[in-house]
């Protein structure tokens, strides 16, 4: 299957886990992307990766939290491939702690990186795509916006809002052809990079032996699994297709 041959795909937290699985994932349907994240190294070695199988990668090392980044990243995309098709907001934190453990400066680090940056990224996409007359946004959410988790307290309101605007993107650019779409993932294979700095091994294994039981389908989610999600909502089967909460969490929360 080859749904995204020439189409431009700019997907952000891209260094590892879900957005390398999603950027690997379109990179086999013949998608032409443009790569962007903090973490230089490991953005390189992927790019790298992408030319080695022929595809067509672009690559910006950014703080998605800035409005340069975004300038920068889809100004890139245009001069490169000459439209921007499909962009992918996904790179988050994972910040811990109930409200009275969370202070102010990562109570607004969590809100920059997770959702001030979707709302940068698509305000400089959506005049090129309403230019276009067509455009896909898929934002990487997580069931933490659907429903309160345990001691993620501003990363689920990030999430929450971050559904919000998916959804507020939805109904006012659908008559100009813009679909948008949030993921929610449930609880994954690997604890997210930021927060595995803060835990030990026999602390990740505990995550894992914990939360596995809970879940329905009796396991934790690959990032192959949400990949396939996301390259659906960003494809033509989701053609009808706008506005909605794709939960992809074997039943966890169901
Ligand atoms: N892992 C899970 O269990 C899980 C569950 C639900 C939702 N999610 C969501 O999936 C997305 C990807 O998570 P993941 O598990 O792959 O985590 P990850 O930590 O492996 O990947 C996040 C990527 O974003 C990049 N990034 C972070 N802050 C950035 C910034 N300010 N500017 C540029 N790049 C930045 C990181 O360098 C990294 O490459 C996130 O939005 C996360 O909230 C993850």
Excluded at 173 to 191: K, M, Q
Excluded at 197 to 216: H, I, N
Aim: proline share 3%; charged share 20%.
């Amino acid at each position: 299957m080859m749904r995204f041959s020439g189409k431009a795909v700019l997907i952000t937290g891209v260094a590892s886990g879900l957005g390398r699985a999603v950027a690997q994932a379109l990179a086999t349907e013949g998608g032409r992307l443009t790569l962007v994240d903090r973490a230089k190294e490991p953005l390189d070695d992927l790019v790298a990766d992408l030319h080695r199988r022929g595809c067509d990668a672009i690559c910006i090392v950014g703080d998605v939290a800035e409005e340069r980044t975004s300038k920068e990243a889809i100004g890139l995309t245009l001069r490169h491939f000459g439209k921007l098709d499909i962009l992918i907001n996904n790179a988050g934190i994972n910040p811990t702690g109930s409200i009275s453990q969370t202070d102010p400066a990562t109570w607004q680090q969590a809100l920059d990186v997770n959702l001030k940056s979707a709302y940068l990224f698509c305000r400089e996409a959506i005049p090129h795509m309403i230019n276009a007359g067509k455009g896909v946004i898929v934002n990487t959410a997580s069931i933490a916006g659907q429903r309160a988790s345990t001691a993620e307290s501003v990363y689920g309101v990030s999430k929450a809002g971050l559904i919000m605007l998916t959804r507020s993107i939805a109904r006012d650019y659908g008559a100009r052809g813009i679909r948008a779409n949030a993921i929610c993932p449930g609880v994954l294979e690997s604890v997210m990079a930021d927060r595995l700095t803060r835990m030990s091994p026999d602390q990740v294994l505990a995550r894992d032996q914990r939360f596995a039981p809970t879940v329905p389908l009796g396991r934790l989610g690959t990032y192959e699994e949400i990949a396939k999600a996301i390259l659906f909502l960003a494809s033509e089967d989701a053609s009808y297709v706008s506005g909605a909460q794709l939960t992809v969490d074997g039943g966890l929360t169901a």
